[in-house]
């Protein structure tokens, strides 16, 4: 590879790139850089290490890359439930990269206890199509805190990832025209509470956290646009992921697979993209559209959807933005950086 090629090879970082929507983010990428012959270096940001090789080799096996490559594929490690591991994992990418021009921050988990039986037996009866579309059927752990004593949810889906967009930003400023994208959920007000904001006493950890991605992404936009860095958020759909795995029920896996077969082809729901392929759709899209033509606003959320015979396609709605909630939310986690970041020169 010559020099000058290396220097324009964009750099990529997807967080949780080894399953579903983050593996296919990877995927898209690498066929995309192969096919248009863009220079692409992907960084798989997973914080489980064998997973992540495992992954490469899957992405390997599809796309033959080879030192003459146009691409390669590198691995990093992250836990983004852990400060130290996300300084680390910015360190290494500071160390190894002059250049990045895509954050995908990706990686999120639900910690599932059970099954709702009661609220399941509820939901159909009430609200069955919103039913399927939510995730009320999941009873979440309470009180879960990890070492660095905050919310894990809070932490793994909104802190990490904070954290890690704050060390890497001047990298992105260097770069020029660089983007975070967020993988978002549907989230309302409902599920968030500011006396409890990272929703450790809660019974919905998850989507208060996915509530606060949406209220935090458009003041990080405004901000960071000022360093010529954009801001967006993606919302994948319902896809059939490993993010129920937790529960080892295949049962369920299947009977989900079904139900959200029927939400589609039967009843044209499009946001049931079940696929993780169709489901990163709005990700990469937020990646590849030309930020000018085809005007990119940071205050839309871009959302993967369906035709019923499965053709994906993007559809973006306007954020439900709190203002005055955004504004806290930003204070208490620039707070956080500064607890955390002690050695912050920046
Ligand atoms: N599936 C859906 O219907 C759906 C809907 C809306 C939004 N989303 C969002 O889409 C994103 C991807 O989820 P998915 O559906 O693709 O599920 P998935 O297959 O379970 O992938 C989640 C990824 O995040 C990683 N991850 C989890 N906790 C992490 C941590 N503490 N540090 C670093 N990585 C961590 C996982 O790593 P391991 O493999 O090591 O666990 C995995 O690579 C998530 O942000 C999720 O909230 C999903």
Redesign the pocket.
């Known amino acids: 590879m010559s020099p000058s090629l290396m220097s324009s090879k964009q750099v990529v970082v997807v ?8 593996l296919s983010i990877a995927q898209r990428l690498i066929s995309k850089s192969i096919e248009k012959q863009r220079p692409l270096t992907l960084v798989m940001a ?3 290490l064998k ?1 992540g090789k495992q992954a490469i080799d899957q992405i390997c096996s599809t796309y033959p890359l080879s030192s003459q490559s146009i691409c390669d594929v590198d691995l990093v490690e ?4 852990s400060v130290e591991s996300v300084l680390n994992a910015a360190k290494e990418i500071q160390s190894r990269y002059s250049r990045l021009d895509r954050l995908f921050c ?4 639900m910690a599932i206890e059970s099954l709702d039986f009661v609220g399941i037996f509820r939901g159909l009866l009430t609200h069955p199509i919103a039913f399927f579309e939510s995730s009320e059927a999941m009873v979440q752990r309470r009180g879960l805190v990890t070492t660095d004593g905050l919310g894990l949810t809070f932490q ?2 909104v802190f ?1 990832h904070y954290l890690l967009v704050h060390k890497l930003e001047s990298l992105m400023e260097a770069t020029g025209g660089a983007r975070v994208i967020w ?3 549907s989230a309302s007000q409902l599920e968030f509470t500011r006396t409890d904001y990272q929703h450790v006493l809660g019974d919905k950890p998850y989507e208060s956290s ?1 509530y606060i991605v949406d209220q935090i992404s458009v003041p990080m936009d405004q901000r960071l646009s000022q360093r010529g860095i954009r801001c967006f958020v993606a ?5 059939c ?3 129920l ?1 937790g529960l080892n029920l295949l049962w369920l896996q299947v009977l989900i697979y079904l139900v959200f077969y029927f939400c589609r082809v039967v009843l044209g729901m499009a946001r049931f993209t079940i696929s ?1 392929q169709s ?1 990163c759709e709005a990700c990469c899209y937020l990646s590849d559209a030309d930020g000018n033509k085809e005007l990119l606003d940071s205050r839309l959320k871009y959302y993967s959807q369906v035709s019923r015979w499965g053709k994906p396609s993007v559809a973006a709605v306007p954020l439900a933005l709190n203002k005055n909630l955004s504004v806290f939310l930003v204070n208490k986690l620039d707070g956080l950086v500064q607890r955390f970041d002690k050695d912050d020169n920046q």
Do not use: L
């Open positions: 967080t949780g790139a080894n399953s579903g929507v983050g997973c914080r489980n997973k992250i836990d983004t439930s990706n990686a999120g988990a793994t889906n990490g993988t978002g959920s996915k919302e994948p759909g319902n896809v992921s490993n993010f795995s993780p489901g």
